[in-house]
């Protein structure tokens, strides 16, 4: 066993004391020593609940004959940093998480590890520890929240985030949002939407890290069941020596690509895929979403992109019975292995939709095409992204004059001041990963455009990132970014933008000749960074969006 490293021989004796003087016996140390890694913390919905998660997985682990060893990761909720310079923390976080698991894992020479994650880049950091320690590992995810209610209407975290444009716009009263804020978000869990906590959580499904079930509502008695589960199965794949990396080939991500294009997922989902690929010793390329887009219906519209909620998807049957129709025709890999120490299509054998109205059926898709677009053109050379499934038909080509902002707060005092007109392309750039650093969400611009009643007529672009809660013509990660002399950072005020999110295209109308001038004039603009900073280092260290945002 990799622990007896540290619990056996001679030269052991404290090492074994120290466990004795936690309550550990001689006979808990025979025992493969099994990592609880729990994201827990009283700082989100997402993650408060998890310490019961943990204790239904330690029975697991106790009842198939390990010894479960908890520690913790630190965890940042993207709602709470959303909208001020907190948001610069949220991915940069993502590193940190992975790096202090590589730590824990290696310095205690562990034999096995559950992963108790949640949100949006807890998960991410999670998967990529995994892949690169490469020890027996299994993921239980936190589970989506329930759905609000609001004056007998079915709510959520989107419709919350819209609301302050209503307010300006005197369709509802501050006393009537302040009641509404009360009921949007009932419980524990993940944000009630298909934003990038659940993307993720189902992705780790579909790339076969979890058992079936990410889609079980948080506080459902059958997650802690599920809780329970993993934890006897992580002691199965410890004796079976089954480990990330034969889990995580290139036809998993090729089946997480599929469900993600199948569920509209949130944009995030390709700056982490991507990471995760890297940390496992792969290369996921641009043209492998494209491709996988291009042949894969989009079939499930959750919140913000359609009506239903998560509940509705559980309901439906969740990951697997999206899985068992795309497998069912040819699109996804059925020969792999996964967690369950059974391949995918093991797994997929007795499953069924239940619910053609949420998980629509093969020949009458939301759109024969996947929900997330990567756009091309003279303003994005590297590439950018587009979550093509939330953008309203009459948006999906658009073209008008830039309106230019070097962050995001000058662009919502501009949003909410009314100075966006029908018809602009809002520029927010250096919010790249470098430039902002830590490449901020741009969920705040983009709720109020639609608050303000400006979604089916203003267009965002930027190299920062999105909330999976975003909807509407938004273009991200737009590579390369300012920060670098991307051209991004060359565009003037009035300039006119075109976006073709059908044929992929983002084009500047500026000729080349200008574009160089440009260029040749162009200063890098200066953000404040204190010195000896964790942001300070990230934006030395971070790489492009389109690569994963992974470090150099």
Same mark, same amino acid.
């Given at each position: 066993?990799?622990?007896?490293?540290?619990?056996?021989?001679?030269?052991?004796?404290?090492?074994?004391?120290?466990?004795?003087?936690?309550?550990?016996?001689?006979?808990?140390?025979?025992?493969?020593?099994?990592?609880?890694?729990?994201?827990?913390?009283?700082?989100?919905?997402?993650?408060?609940?998890?310490?019961?998660? %943990?204790?239904?997985?330690? $029975?697991?682990?106790?009842?198939?004959?390990?010894?479960?060893?908890?520690?913790? @990761?630190?965890?940042?909720?993207?709602?709470?940093?959303?909208?001020?310079?907190?948001?610069?923390?949220?991915?940069?976080?993502?590193?940190?998480?992975?790096?202090?698991?590589?730590?824990?894992?290696?310095?205690?020479?562990?034999?096995?590890?559950?992963?108790?994650?949640?949100?949006?880049?807890?998960?991410?950091?999670?998967?990529?520890?995994?892949?690169?320690?490469?020890?027996?590992?299994?993921?239980?995810?936190?589970?989506?929240?329930?759905?609000?209610?609001?004056?007998?209407?079915?709510?959520?975290?989107?419709?919350?985030?819209?609301?302050?444009?209503?307010?300006?716009?005197?369709?509802?009263?501050?006393?009537?949002?302040?009641?509404?804020?009360?009921? %949007?978000?009932?419980?524990?869990?993940?944000?009630?939407?298909?934003?990038?906590?659940?993307?993720?959580?189902?992705?780790?499904?579909?790339?076969?890290?979890? =058992?079936?079930?990410?889609?079980?509502?948080?506080?459902?008695?059958?997650?802690?069941?599920?809780?329970?589960?993993?934890?006897?199965?992580?002691?199965?794949?410890?004796?079976?020596?089954?480990?990330?990396?034969?889990? =995580?080939?290139?036809?998993?991500?090729?089946?997480?690509?599929?469900?993600?294009?199948?569920?509209?997922?949130?944009?995030?989902?390709? =700056?982490? =895929?991507?990471?995760?690929?890297? %940390?496992?010793?792969?290369?996921?390329?641009?043209?492998?979403?494209?491709?996988?887009?291009?042949?894969?219906?989009?079939?499930?519209?959750?919140?913000?992109?359609?009506?239903?909620?998560?509940?509705?998807?559980?309901?439906?049957?969740?990951?697997?019975?999206?899985?068992?129709?795309?497998?069912?025709?040819?699109?996804?890999?059925?020969?792999?292995?996964?967690?369950?120490?059974?391949?995918?299509?093991?797994?997929?054998?007795?499953?069924?939709?239940?619910?053609?109205?949420?998980?629509?059926?093969?020949?009458?898709?939301?759109?024969?095409?996947?929900?997330?677009?990567?756009?091309?053109?003279?303003?994005?050379?590297?590439?950018? @992204?587009?979550?093509?499934?939330?953008?309203?038909?009459?948006?999906?080509?658009?073209?008008?004059?830039?309106?230019?902002?070097?962050?995001?707060?000058?662009?919502?005092?501009?949003?909410?001041?009314?100075?966006?007109?029908?018809?602009?392309?809002?520029?927010?750039?250096?919010?790249?990963?470098?430039?902002?650093?830590?490449?901020?969400?741009?969920?705040?611009?983009?709720? %109020?455009?639609?608050?303000?009643?400006?979604?089916?007529? @203003?267009?965002?672009?930027?190299?920062?990132?999105?909330?999976?809660?975003?909807?509407?013509?938004?273009?991200?990660?737009?590579?390369?970014?300012?920060?670098?002399?991307?051209?991004?950072?060359?565009?003037? $005020?009035?300039?006119?933008?075109?976006?073709?999110?059908?044929?992929?295209?983002?084009?500047?109308?500026?000729?080349?000749?200008?574009?160089?001038?440009?260029?040749?004039?162009?200063?890098?603009?200066?953000?404040?960074?204190?010195?000896?900073?964790?942001?300070?280092?990230?934006?030395?260290?971070?790489?492009?969006?389109?690569?994963?945002?992974?470090?150099?």
């Amino acid at each position: 066993m990799r622990s007896h490293i540290v619990t056996k021989g001679l030269e052991r004796s404290t090492h074994r004391a120290l466990y004795y003087s936690m309550g550990f016996r001689p006979k808990d140390l025979d025992k493969p020593l099994v990592a609880i890694v729990n994201s827990h913390n009283e700082t989100m919905p997402g993650h408060v609940h998890l310490d019961i998660i %943990a204790k239904a997985v330690r $029975e697991g682990i106790l009842a198939a004959g390990g010894t479960p060893v908890e520690f913790p @990761v630190i965890g940042v909720c993207d709602g709470l940093a959303q909208g001020h310079s907190g948001m610069k923390y949220p991915l940069a976080s993502r590193e940190l998480i992975c790096d202090s698991i590589e730590i824990m894992m290696n310095a205690h020479a562990y034999d096995a590890m559950v992963l108790i994650s949640s949100c949006d880049k807890i998960t991410p950091g999670m998967l990529m520890a995994a892949a690169r320690l490469n020890v027996p590992s299994i993921f239980i995810t936190a589970g989506p929240m329930a759905t609000g209610f609001y004056k007998g209407k079915k709510v959520g975290y989107t419709d919350l985030m819209e609301a302050p444009g209503l307010v300006a716009r005197g369709i509802m009263t501050e006393e009537e949002l302040a009641e509404f804020e009360q009921y %949007a978000l009932p419980g524990c869990g993940n944000c009630n939407i298909m934003g990038t906590a659940n993307s993720m959580n189902f992705l780790t499904e579909s790339l076969g890290m979890a =058992l079936p079930g990410t889609a079980i509502p948080a506080m459902a008695g059958k997650r802690l069941a599920l809780a329970r589960e993993t934890g006897e199965k992580i002691m199965e794949l410890y004796r079976k020596n089954i480990c990330p990396r034969d889990i =995580l080939v290139q036809e998993a991500f090729e089946n997480a690509i599929t469900v993600d294009m199948a569920i509209g997922g949130s944009t995030n989902t390709i =700056l982490h =895929l991507t990471a995760i690929a890297h %940390a496992a010793g792969l290369k996921l390329e641009m043209d492998t979403f494209e491709k996988v887009c291009a042949r894969t219906p989009h079939l499930v519209k959750i919140k913000p992109a359609g009506d239903h909620f998560p509940e509705d998807f559980y309901r439906a049957g969740g990951v697997t019975a999206l899985m068992k129709q795309l497998a069912d025709n040819n699109l996804i890999h059925k020969d792999i292995i996964t967690v369950t120490g059974a391949t995918v299509g093991e797994n997929l054998k007795d499953v069924n939709v239940a619910d053609n109205e949420v998980i629509r059926p093969m020949d009458n898709p939301y759109s024969y095409a996947g929900g997330i677009t990567i756009l091309y053109g003279n303003l994005a050379p590297e590439g950018s @992204v587009c979550k093509s499934a939330a953008v309203l038909p009459e948006m999906r080509r658009h073209e008008g004059p830039a309106r230019v902002f070097n962050q995001e707060e000058e662009a919502v005092k501009a949003i909410y001041g009314g100075k966006i007109k029908p018809g602009d392309v809002v520029v927010i750039r250096y919010e790249g990963p470098k430039g902002g650093p830590g490449m901020r969400e741009q969920l705040t611009p983009t709720s %109020a455009i639609i608050g303000m009643g400006l979604g089916d007529k @203003v267009a965002l672009v930027t190299d920062g990132r999105f909330s999976g809660a975003t909807r509407g013509a938004a273009i991200g990660h737009v590579s390369p970014e300012a920060a670098d002399g991307g051209p991004i950072a060359l565009v003037e $005020e009035g300039d006119i933008i075109s976006i073709d999110i059908d044929n992929g295209k983002l084009e500047l109308k500026v000729s080349d000749e200008e574009l160089k001038r440009r260029k040749e004039k162009w200063t890098r603009y200066q953000k404040e960074i204190q010195p000896g900073s964790y942001l300070e280092r990230y934006s030395k260290l971070v790489g492009s969006a389109m690569s994963g945002a992974i470090f150099k």
